[in-house]
Every structure is written in structure tokens, then in C-alpha cells.
């Protein structure tokens, strides 16, 4: 069983920068590690997943460029570093682990493939 406690968000203006964090209880160095995202009124939507190696990553092309996912399997950890932020990535961001390697975007994206997820992290952007 594998818990996952996110951290990191808050309010921030439109251009600024954010830094989150997951924490997993359990050893998570052979899962793929993922952030996903929703706003109210909208479906759940992927944001980056990062392969065990952590050489590996997978982004949403609206994050492309401007959010980097990171991992420190030392201490369980993954992080998603935010810069240029923009209203539109007002959200609740969800850490995922996945028991598997994703080989696409595609696949990485799909948010029944994971199966452990944390309680969401409130992400607000003024304008």
C-alpha cells in the first residue's frame, strides 16, 4: 500500500513560480510517478509523469516548457516545479503512482492506469 501526501501550493500571481511536492509512505523508486490537475467544473486532466529512472518524462502539451517534473527516490519524493504561471492552471493538482512504465504520452496520460493517488493540492493563479 502506497500513501502519497502532496504540498506546495498556495495563491500566487500570473507570472510567478510554485514548486510541489509528494511525499510517498511507501518505497515508490519502481513506480512511475505523475501529477495530474482539475479545476471546478472540469475533468481531471494530466499534467507529467516521470518514469521510475527518472530519466524519463512525459508532459501535457499547456505545461510543455514551463513545468518540470523531477523525483528523488532517496526520499520518495517527486516534485513538479511551476514557472510562468498562468490563470488557466488554477487547479487542484493530484500526485499518482503507477506500478508500470509508460512508454507514450498517451499512455502516461491516462489516469486509470494509476493506481495510488493523494488527497490534491490547491493551486490558485490571479490574474
Known amino acids: 500500500q502506497v500513501q502519497l501526501v502532496e504540498s506546495g501550493g498556495g495563491l500566487v500571481q500570473a507570472g510567478g513560480s510554485l514548486r510541489l511536492s509528494c511525499v510517498a509512505s511507501?518505497?515508490?523508486?519502481?513506480?512511475?510517478m505523475g501529477w495530474f490537475r482539475q479545476a471546478p467544473g472540469k475533468e481531471r486532466e494530466f499534467v507529467a509523469t516521470i518514469r521510475s529512472g527518472a530519466t524519463v518524462t512525459y508532459y501535457a502539451d499547456s505545461v510543455k516548457g514551463r513545468f518540470t517534473i523531477s523525483r528523488d527516490n532517496a526520499k520518495n519524493t517527486v516534485y513538479l516545479q511551476m514557472n510562468s504561471l498562468k490563470p488557466e492552471d488554477t487547479a487542484v493538482y493530484y500526485c499518482?503512482?503507477?506500478?508500470?512504465?509508460?512508454?507514450?504520452?498517451?499512455?502516461?496520460?491516462?489516469?486509470?492506469?494509476?493506481?495510488?493517488w493523494g488527497q490534491g493540492t490547491q493551486v490558485t493563479v490571479s490574474s
Open positions: 499518482a503512482a503507477a506500478d508500470r512504465t509508460f512508454s507514450s504520452t498517451t499512455y502516461a496520460s491516462r489516469a486509470i492506469l494509476y493506481d495510488y
Open positions: 511507501g518505497r515508490t523508486s519502481n513506480y512511475a
